[in-house]
């Protein structure tokens, strides 16, 4: 797994509608600059996200995933947050199990007056992604019934 | 045992219940029995054989029908019914739950709280094959478990098995079944089948009681019971509970505490 | 098949010029499912809307994507004006080429292609899309103003005089704030307390307004036109409804050593207390933390003098519940002590004083009546130093901020001096002069040019007291970093605005957001200034960032006006994000099993119980079923359910699971 400059990782944001997504655009409007290489796909909460996402995301070819919401005790209906944080501590937990490679996952909290914060997440993200290169492993399994099939290499 | 078919039979003859669900011998295990006269519960026996988690049974009404029924449960089934009762599927009044305790002795118990006080003497332990297993998985790196599960799972050819043993899939429809969107492939592949087990063990936090009875019914023996068990083992302490003991209110992940562990979050 | 239309929006050239914006559409246009892709300038514009307006009437279009700003921005403006031309507004949806794309990415190929995924994503969100129905709720017309200051009393006014009523909750025993602290205002040197009091009364006898003092809120629940606040009244130990305000009870109090808090600690006052003459309520409480009797037991002397028997010592603290439609934030500010200072002797000069102290100096119903006083000997100061931003824009004490108001209070501090005291000497170090404002600039050359003060360009980089001087040791940058050292009878620290204390909690009571300093946010820095995050809360004053009065006044005016034009409808129409639990045919009914887990998961009990029964009324199954008007649509029970019987209208299963696919398919 050397670094390749070459490669451009595919990350994909998950992000909450009041406190991340408004800190993103808080970025835009300072005019703070971060990779291309992350998009984001709101949602009302960071209760609202579906593990299941997460999984799709990866079998989808992302090479990373972030999640942010709000920080504890900020969360715009009161405690979205706090059961997004069980359903990862919970996810985390079961990936690693399986042997998924879970520092491709980037839990954050960013609120709406984080836009540098934000920035910096995306960037840091971005670099560690490149670091561990693209995630071959996964999405070699998720092509088998297009391609020739996991046991190739077995 | 004596005591245990002498009451099956005073409870039928009397009308008190409609079903005695237990066990009778088979060919090589004891076999569920649904017992629905009194000179069938001659052939009712209860001993440490008896693992079939007769709970599964219990949330299906084509099965059990409307009437008051009773079920022979031993200490892993006892531990389904009490997390059934936490997910609203029993009526304590339609349901009588038999056991024999340490002693011999034929126990009655009607409601989750009676259960409750009963089950919390019995710890819950791995035995000697989760023992040897999971240290095994344990000691792997990350790269090994990842390997050493995708063999198993390409095996997997998605006979949902585990799904029909386990007492706590109880959903009328499965998320596998959902197609708009379509979450999971139902078909067998090796990721279609690892996402199934991922979201199995999802599923399962907090509400896993270790009965073993999905790994019992893999028919190409997948330990899969041990995902949802070693889940509930790291889970347990994390967020609060005794394994083997669900609380009353509330399951694991729908519930949060403030201090919840987050140093995983930057 | 869909007929999507996709619209483009230059922004001028915000997203232009780092977007190659036909390609944009270009490539959309090619999309399955798009029937119309075009770019242009202006899209939020006249014309603009008029080209979607135009599109879907044309085009027959079955959803509209356009990629422009933030959907927080603009997402109502083109809802309308898809509404306008006969489409449902919540097929509907925006794409972030600005925020998320245009302005934070340099001009390149990447950032066009990224482009190309955002709409993308949105499209096959749209073709996802469902007609939604508002909901409508009813409003209860009586706000809840939080904070007795001329913030919460402006705006308490505001909404009175418009014909609703009006519940004001003050933390203190009367209202009146910081504003009523002061000696004379700036820039007309017109006395505080004379513009101010009239107000005060006019809130105590205002028919539309409920005052409580000595109060705070418990709990704020529910949403916009619907909240149920539950406030704390704690024991004043003493019954308003027969007290007369005689304030016998006061003057024969016998614990009379208690730091003055109307005072900035500079006078005493008693256990049994009225803050300050002027209060509004006129009437004491007991500070049961100083009072003999609550702490040894014995004393009793004021029941004693209580002609009416007013004193209740076993009263205890009661919560209340008000039911109200909108909320006004006004609890104003605080600000840093002088012993925050370590290089100004940590607070342990007496002759070190914050502005406010010296504003209760100045006072003519402070401790000296008016006359400039040193606290530690009572000696007229003959010379005063004033040391501008203690503690603002100096971000190694954790305030990059400017605290804004210090500027001109402390030109008008020294102007006060010069006034009271003929021969004394002035002298103010500062950073910049910053007087934006009607008469503001003039005012401090009054105090430069008229009053003689003298401004010294530099910071203060030590105070010390020497001989019974304060020994003051400063530079002035304009002489070329000259080292200036003043001994001095008094200094003066304009010390920093703060967030007041409790804010933190009480925002998170409310469900508001905050500034790293405490600070409440608004909803928009600059078009919705007043405006929380949170529907049908609002900023008043000093809450939000420091500022002078006439700011605080026409901001409390704002948040007055925006929740008169709340309670100007009967009903509220409410976005249909909501969550649903499926309802299905016979055999099933639903797919729900009623393990009721969301219900645990659910932040507003919004999770009923529902049986569903056949018709010869045999239960069936119990289901989940969502009240409407309770869910505020966070979606956490959708991601909760194992069977996927719930589902969130706006983001359903089926609309993220296509942008995500979307995103990642190539």
Not at chain 3, 286 to 305: F, L, P, Q
Not at chain 3, 324 to 341: I, N, P, S
Not at chain 3, 360 to 389: H, M, N, Q, W, Y
């Amino acid at each position: 797994m050397s670094s390749n400059t070459d490669f451009e990782p595919k990350i994909i944001a998950f992000v909450c509608n009041w406190c991340t997504y408004a800190g993103a655009d808080l970025t835009g409007t300072s005019r703070l600059k971060y990779a291309t290489n992350v998009k984001i796909v709101r949602f009302p909460c960071t209760g609202r996200i579906d593990f299941l996402l997460l999984l799709k995301s990866f079998a989808q070819g992302a090479d990373g995933v972030i999640v942010s919401g709000c920080h504890p005790n900020d969360c715009h209906y009161t405690s979205g947050n706090f059961h997004a944080r069980r359903r990862w501590i919970a996810f985390r937990s079961v990936l690693d199990l399986m042997g998924v490679d879970i520092r491709r996952i980037q839990y954050s909290w960013v609120s709406a007056a984080e836009g540098s914060k934000w920035a910096d997440l995306v960037n840091n993200t971005v670099a560690d992604i490149r670091a561990l290169g693209p995630y071959a492993e996964y999405q070699k399994v998720a092509d088998y019934l297009e391609k020739e099939g996991y046991n190739e290499e077995a | 045992m004596k005591k245990l078919r002498e009451r099956a039979a005073e409870l039928l003859s009397q009308g008190v219940v409609s079903l005695v669900l237990g066990y009778e011998e088979g060919t090589k295990r004891p076999r569920p029995l649904f017992c629905r006269n009194s000179v069938n519960a001659e052939k009712l026996i209860f001993d440490s054989r008896c693992i079939h988690n007769l709970a599964v049974y219990i949330t299906k009404k084509e099965l059990v029908g409307k009437e008051r029924f009773a079920v022979t449960a031993p200490i892993s089934t006892l531990r389904s019914i009490m997390q059934l009762f936490v997910e609203n599927q029993l009526n304590e009044e339609k349901l009588l739950v038999l056991t024999v305790d340490l002693n011999g002795e034929l126990r009655e118990f009607t409601t989750f709280d009676e259960i409750a006080a009963y089950v919390a003497q019995f710890e819950l332990k791995r035995g000697e094959r989760e023992q040897e297993l999971l240290s095994k998985i344990e000691g792997m790196t990350r790269e090994e478990r990842w390997k050493f599960w995708m063999e198993e799972m390409s095996h997997c050819f998605k006979c949902y098995a585990c799904r029909s043993a386990c007492p706590l899939c109880y959903c009328s429809k499965c998320v596998v079944e959902v197609n708009r969107p379509q979450w999971i492939n139902p078909w067998p592949a090796p990721l279609a089948n690892m996402e199934w087990h991922i979201n199995r063990a999802m599923h399962m936090v907090g509400r896993c009681t270790a009965c073993g009875a999905c790994g019992d019914a893999c028919p190409i023996g997948i330990p899969i019971d041990l995902i949802t068990r070693k889940m509930m083992e790291d889970m347990a302490p994390e967020f609060g509970y005794i394994p083997g003991q669900p609380a009353k209110q509330g399951n694991a992940l729908s519930t949060w505490k403030l201090d919840d562990r987050e140093q995983f979050i930057r | 098949m869909s007929k999507i239309g996709v619209f483009i929006c230059h922004c001028g050239e915000n997203i232009s010029a780092t977007v190659d914006v036909e390609r944009v559409a270009r490539e959309i246009g090619g999309m399955e499912g798009v029937a119309h892709a075009i770019d242009y300038k202006y899209m939020c514009s006249d014309p603009g809307q008029t080209f979607i307006k135009e599109a879907v009437k044309k085009y027959g279009l079955d959803g509209v994507v356009v990629g422009a700003c933030s959907p927080r921005m603009h997402e109502p403006t083109f809802r309308r004006a898809c509404a306008e031309a006969g489409l449902n507004p919540y097929l509907c949806e925006m794409a972030n080429l600005r925020e998320h794309c245009s302005w934070v990415h340099e001009k390149s190929e990447e950032t066009t292609e990224k482009a190309i995924d955002l709409v993308k994503m949105l499209v096959e969100k749209v073709k996802k899309n469902k007609p939604l129905d508002s909901i409508k709720v009813p409003v209860t017309k009586k706000a809840l103003v939080i904070g007795g200051g001329i913030a919460g009393i402006q705006a308490s006014l505001d909404i009175a005089n418009t014909g609703h009523k009006v519940i004001l909750v003050e933390r203190d025993p009367s209202i009146g704030g910081h504003m009523s602290q002061l000696s004379e205002t700036f820039p007309t040197l017109d006395c505080s307390q004379c513009i101010l009091t009239p107000r005060m009364v006019e809130v105590a006898q205002h028919p539309n307004i409920k005052l409580y003092t000595y109060a705070e809120l418990e709990s704020l629940e529910g949403f916009i036109g619907n909240f149920k606040a539950k406030i704390r009244l704690k024991a004043k130990s003493v019954n308003y409804s027969t007290c007369t305000g005689c304030g016998a009870c006061i003057q024969k109090c016998p614990v009379k050593k208690i730091p003055s808090e109307f005072n900035a600690g500079l006078g005493t006052r008693t256990a049994i207390y009225v803050p300050f003459p002027q209060a509004v309520p006129n009437k004491p409480v007991i500070d049961r933390v100083n009072c003999n009797y609550y702490k040894r037991g014995a004393c009793k002397i004021c029941e004693k003098t209580c002609q009416v028997g007013s004193i209740e010592w076993d009263k205890e603290d009661e919560i209340i519940t008000e039911e109200v439609g909108a909320v006004v934030l006004a609890t104003g500010f605080d600000v840093k002590g002088t012993d925050f200072f370590p290089e100004y002797g940590y607070g342990q000069y007496k002759d070190v004083l914050t502005g406010l102290q010296f504003e209760r100096l100045a006072s003519a119903s402070g401790p000296t009546f008016g006359e400039i006083r040193r606290p530690s000997d009572g000696a007229v100061p003959k010379k005063i130093v004033f040391i501008a931003c203690a503690g603002s824009r100096d971000p190694a004490k954790g305030i990059p901020y400017c605290s804004k108001i210090c500027c001109m209070y402390t030109a008008k501090h020294a102007m006060l001096y010069q006034h009271k005291v003929h021969d004394g000497e002035s002298t103010v170090f500062y950073m910049d002069i910053r007087a934006g404002g009607k008469n503001y600039e003039e005012f401090v050359r009054r105090a430069i040019e008229e009053d003689t003060v003298n401004y010294v360009r530099g910071r203060v980089a030590r105070v010390y007291e020497k001989n019974g001087k304060l020994i003051v040791k400063g530079v002035d940058t304009l002489l070329g970093g000259e080292q200036v050292e003043i001994e001095a009878d008094m200094v003066v620290l304009a010390t920093a605005g703060v967030a007041n204390c409790g804010s933190e909690q009480l925002a998170q009571k409310l469900h508001v957001s905050y500034d790293p300093y405490h600070f409440f946010a608004e909803a928009h820095p600059k078009l919705k200034p007043v405006e929380t995050n949170t529907a049908g809360i609002y900023l008043a004053g000093a809450c939000q960032a420091p500022k002078d009065i006439p700011e605080t006044v026409g901001m409390a005016s704002g948040a007055a006006v925006k929740v008169a034009a709340l309670f100007s409808n009967d009903e509220l129409v409410r976005e249909p994000v909501v969550a649903v639990v499926n309802r299905l045919a016979p055999p099933l009914y639903s797919t729900c099993v009623g393990c009721f887990m969301c219900e645990t998961a659910c932040p507003y009990n919004a999770i009923e119980h529902e049986e569903i029964k056949g018709r010869d009324g045999s239960l069936i199954r119990n289901s989940a079923r969502v009240n409407q008007g309770l869910c505020q649509g966070c979606g956490t029970c959708v991601a909760f359910c194992r069977s996927k019987s719930i589902d969130i209208q706006g983001y359903t299963n089926e609309q993220v699971y296509a942008e995500v696919m979307s995103l990642l398919n190539d």
